[in-house]
């Protein structure tokens, strides 16, 4: 990377940018904390005062039953109880007959006059009369202590007849309360909105450095570096994206690789020919022009040269298309056996005199459909490199048997066999094995790509089984058809 695209990029990535994570991971965090703030503001705001005053006349009420029960009993509990309660809880007890007398005041044991709260048990005694009901509760202000207060009111007895229990309980703790909780509540805002920063630029930085370095490694991997690596970090999604990327990088090595050996295997492929083609052209020219045999003899050799050149550009040709999605197939009901049993005899009249033995084992007539000369072109790949690469015994066994539904395609070799951790690869494009590498044996690599791309556009199951020293198993099912009339053409 040049100096000026190293600048750049640094000044890229100092440059403030909203849509960052860290940004937005600080202001998702922000965010949150506010409003979480604003809720608990809300809450003691509008609900605590109305919350506490729901809970105190709860409590007065259940007061109020514990006094009527001892005052109806009239055991003399009453008043112990009654003053034990104001005490505890800081609240006037008051008791009236009927026409308004005091029968008890606790007033008079704690201030010095003898009647207290005479206005707000006028108010409750009027709301109690007026509203046909047992008891009756109100809340008003305090003037004198800037607070308010609960007036509660109810009948002794059933009837209004009965003597009437007043409590009166202040509710001044809960401004004070408010605004303990108020000066907490501004600390307690302040280090949450402090603590969200801190958590956010923490978070944002640990999920923010694998991007950063996958994306630094991404960009030498675009400048033609393939042994970068990449390092996911301590995340799930981030690891996963560093393996792909790991893959994607050690696959794009792999095929640079092919590419580079095909080259240097095309060019020396298409260098031999030319070379023959030429020199035996010159030949004819020079010397056996007027030579019928000679001449012949050297067409023969220009012919088997051109061949090889066209064979190299079809398997080229081919492999692009497949590649491309592009080749097409003409499909129709043919007899694979018949097929097979014509491709390996083609093999058998060229073979014969180099010493091969090409068995042919095969079942009854058995029809799949598909592209005839396709499947001939992933037959003669099967047979072709079987002869190729088989044993000192040079027996090339081709058997094909019906199983169920389908039918079989093995072409058998006794040769050197294929390493198991290259069984995986032997498909690819480009690939040679160890064995084909080490052996000058003629091709461009592509026959097995191509023979794939075939069979998988047929949907056929196909696969290699080999052990080294022992030989090869190149096989492929396709699905069997009825026979069809004369009727039937192609499909």
Same mark, same amino acid.
């Given at each position: 990377?040049?100096?000026? /695209?190293a600048?750049?990029?640094?000044n890229?990535?100092? $440059?403030?940018?909203?849509?960052?994570?860290r940004t937005?991971?600080?202001?998702?965090?922000?965010?949150f904390?506010?409003v979480?703030?604003?809720?608990?503001?809300?809450?003691q705001?509008?609900?605590?005062?109305?919350?506490?005053?729901?809970?105190?006349?709860?409590?007065?009420?259940h007061?109020?039953?514990l006094?009527?029960?001892?005052?109806?009993?009239?055991?003399?509990?009453f %008043?112990?109880l009654?003053?034990?309660?104001s005490a505890?809880?800081?609240?006037?007890?008051?008791?009236?007959?009927?026409?308004?007398?005091?029968?008890? #005041?606790?007033?008079?044991?704690?201030?010095?006059?003898?009647?207290a709260?005479?206005?707000?048990?006028?108010t409750?005694?009027?709301r109690?009369? %007026?509203?046909?009901k047992?008891?009756?509760?109100?809340?008003?202000?305090?003037?004198? $202590?800037d607070?308010?207060?609960?007036?509660?009111?109810?009948?002794?007895?059933?009837?209004?007849?009965?003597?009437?229990?007043?409590?009166?309980?202040?509710?001044?703790?809960?401004?004070?309360?408010?605004?303990?909780?108020?000066l907490?509540?501004?600390?307690?805002?302040?280090?949450?909105?402090?603590?969200?920063?801190?958590?956010?630029?923490?978070?944002?930085?640990?999920?923010?450095?694998?991007?950063?370095?996958?994306?630094k490694?991404?960009?030498?991997?675009?400048h033609?570096?393939?042994?970068?690596?990449?390092?996911?970090?301590?995340?799930?999604?981030?690891?996963?994206?560093?393996?792909?990327?790991? /893959?994607?990088?050690?696959?794009?090595? %792999?095929?640079?690789?092919?590419?580079?050996?095909?080259?240097?295997?095309?060019?020396?492929?298409?260098?031999?020919?030319?070379?023959?083609?030429?020199?035996?052209a010159?030949?004819?020219?020079?010397?056996?022009?007027?030579?019928?045999?000679?001449?012949?003899?050297?067409?023969?050799?220009?012919?088997?040269?051109?061949?090889?050149?066209?064979k190299?550009?079809s398997?080229?040709?081919?492999?692009s298309?497949?590649?491309?999605?592009?080749?097409?197939?003409?499909?129709?009901?043919f007899?694979?056996?018949?097929?097979?049993?014509?491709?390996?005899?083609?093999?058998?009249?060229?073979?014969e005199?180099?010493?091969?033995?090409?068995r042919?084992?095969?079942?009854?007539?058995t029809?799949?459909?598909?592209?005839?000369?396709?499947?001939?072109?992933?037959l003669?790949?099967?047979?072709?490199?079987?002869? $190729?690469?088989?044993?000192?015994?040079?027996?090339?066994?081709?058997?094909?048997?019906?199983?169920?539904?389908?039918?079989?395609v093995?072409?058998?070799?006794?040769?050197?066999?294929?390493?198991?951790?290259?069984?995986?690869?032997?498909?690819?494009?480009?690939?040679?094995?160890?064995?084909?590498?080490?052996?000058t044996?003629?091709?461009s690599?592509?026959?097995?790509?191509?023979?794939?791309?075939?069979?998988?556009l047929?949907?056929?199951?196909?696969g290699?089984?080999? $052990?080294?020293?022992?030989?090869?198993?190149?096989?492929?099912?396709?699905?069997t058809?009825?026979?069809?009339? #004369?009727?039937?053409?192609?499909?």
């Amino acid at each position: 990377m040049s100096t000026t /695209t190293a600048r750049k990029e640094k000044n890229r990535q100092n $440059k403030f940018d909203l849509n960052s994570i860290r940004t937005v991971m600080l202001l998702y965090f922000f965010t949150f904390a506010a409003v979480l703030i604003m809720l608990i503001w809300s809450l003691q705001s509008f609900f605590m005062t109305h919350y506490f005053e729901q809970m105190k006349v709860q409590e007065t009420e259940h007061t109020a039953a514990l006094l009527k029960n001892e005052f109806l009993q009239d055991d003399g509990q009453f %008043k112990n109880l009654a003053l034990n309660a104001s005490a505890s809880s800081d609240i006037f007890i008051r008791v009236d007959t009927p026409d308004g007398t005091s029968v008890f #005041d606790n007033g008079s044991y704690f201030r010095p006059s003898s009647i207290a709260y005479d206005y707000e048990t006028s108010t409750a005694r009027d709301r109690l009369e %007026k509203s046909n009901k047992n008891s009756v509760s109100l809340v008003a202000n305090d003037t004198k $202590k800037d607070s308010r207060k609960l007036i509660y009111a109810t009948y002794i007895g059933d009837t209004p007849s009965n003597n009437i229990l007043f409590i009166v309980a202040p509710l001044y703790p809960v401004k004070s309360t408010i605004s303990i909780l108020r000066l907490q509540l501004k600390y307690i805002s302040f280090i949450a909105l402090i603590v969200a920063a801190l958590l956010a630029l923490f978070i944002a930085r640990r999920l923010s450095r694998p991007i950063k370095d996958i994306t630094k490694s991404a960009m030498e991997l675009s400048h033609g570096n393939y042994n970068v690596k990449f390092n996911g970090g301590m995340f799930t999604e981030t690891n996963e994206l560093a393996r792909t990327l790991n /893959t994607a990088s050690y696959e794009m090595q %792999k095929t640079d690789f092919y590419q580079r050996d095909l080259i240097a295997n095309v060019s020396h492929d298409l260098k031999t020919p030319l070379t023959m083609i030429k020199s035996y052209a010159e030949m004819i020219n020079d010397i056996s022009g007027d030579n019928p045999e000679k001449r012949k003899e050297h067409l023969k050799v220009i012919i088997t040269e051109a061949d090889r050149l066209n064979k190299l550009v079809s398997d080229m040709l081919s492999a692009s298309k497949i590649q491309s999605n592009n080749l097409e197939l003409d499909k129709e009901i043919f007899d694979l056996v018949a097929v097979t049993e014509e491709i390996v005899a083609t093999y058998k009249v060229l073979n014969e005199q180099d010493g091969y033995h090409i068995r042919l084992n095969k079942c009854k007539a058995t029809y799949v459909y598909g592209d005839k000369e396709k499947i001939k072109q992933v037959l003669s790949n099967f047979v072709s490199n079987a002869i $190729k690469y088989c044993g000192e015994d040079r027996v090339v066994n081709v058997d094909v048997k019906r199983i169920g539904k389908k039918v079989r395609v093995d072409v058998i070799d006794h040769g050197d066999g294929i390493a198991s951790d290259e069984l995986s690869h032997v498909w690819e494009r480009y690939y040679r094995t160890s064995a084909n590498r080490n052996r000058t044996i003629e091709g461009s690599g592509l026959g097995l790509s191509i023979v794939k791309g075939i069979l998988v556009l047929h949907n056929a199951n196909y696969g290699v089984k080999s $052990k080294v020293g022992q030989g090869s198993d190149f096989w492929f099912e396709m699905d069997t058809v009825k026979k069809p009339t #004369d009727a039937e053409g192609k499909k």
